[in-house]
């Protein structure tokens, strides 16, 4: 099946600095989306990507769809305490989606 | 507006015992609905997902089932729980995006 590789696992920052995650698949995508999950909580969407190399920001947050639709980017910049948690890129195909294994973010204040 | 309903918060049962979970979406009509399990605060795993009344499509061989009783209404259930069906358990609904519920925490013991 399908399988998308998400990296890095984990990541531990100082506040303020940028971050950088991506994820890669076999499979091409026809829409990547990036979800960040709360503890007990469940994943909420931060960007949807629809086309082949869009650029999208929300904030301080930053995504790409790779052109050659089989990758995608997440980048968070000026990170702060709040962005804690873990971070899961999606790619959609058909009626599903497929995640990655997640990014846990750690922030060191 | 909508909205994704799902029940209980946390769960706990014994070996052997049944198991009902119950997801609900309003302010949508003939939504995609889907069930996920996520282990350890990783990846999320698609167990099941309906594109309508009475029409449910399983991913993974398991000891779970899932129905579709009406439009708007997906039930994740299990005649003898496991100690491996411990986990979290995410309903989510398509279109529009891929919204997911607040998740139920089941341990079983």
């Known amino acids: 099946g399908q399988q998308l590789n998400q990296s890095p696992q984990s990541m531990f920052i100082q506040e303020g600095e940028d971050v950088s995650m991506n994820c890669t698949s076999s499979s091409i995508f026809n829409t990547w989306l990036w979800y960040k999950q709360d503890p007990g909580e469940g994943p909420v969407l931060l960007i949807a990507?629809?086309?082949?190399?869009e650029l999208t920001s929300n904030g301080r947050l930053t995504a790409q769809f790779g052109i050659t639709r089989k990758d995608s980017f997440l980048n968070i910049s000026a990170s702060i305490p709040s962005d804690v948690g873990i971070y899961f890129c999606?790619?959609?195909?058909?009626?599903?989606?497929?995640f990655g294994q997640g990014t846990r973010l750690t922030i060191n204040p | 507006s909508q909205t994704i309903h799902q029940w209980p918060a946390t769960l706990v049962q014994p070996v052997g015992s049944p198991l009902s979970l119950e997801c609900t979406v309003e302010g949508t009509s003939n939504p995609n609905l889907y069930w996920y399990r996520q282990a350890a605060g990783r990846g999320l795993q698609l167990l099941f997902y309906s594109v309508g009344i009475g029409q449910i499509s399983s991913e993974v061989p398991q000891n779970l089932s899932a129905s579709r009783p009406q439009d708007r209404q997906f039930i994740l259930s299990s005649k003898k729980l496991l100690l491996s069906d411990s986990g979290f358990y995410l309903c989510a609904y398509s279109p529009p995006g891929y919204t997911f519920g607040s998740g139920t925490r089941l341990t079983v013991v």
């Open positions: 999606a790619g959609r195909g058909a009626q599903k989606l497929v």
């Open positions: 990507l629809y086309k082949a190399g």
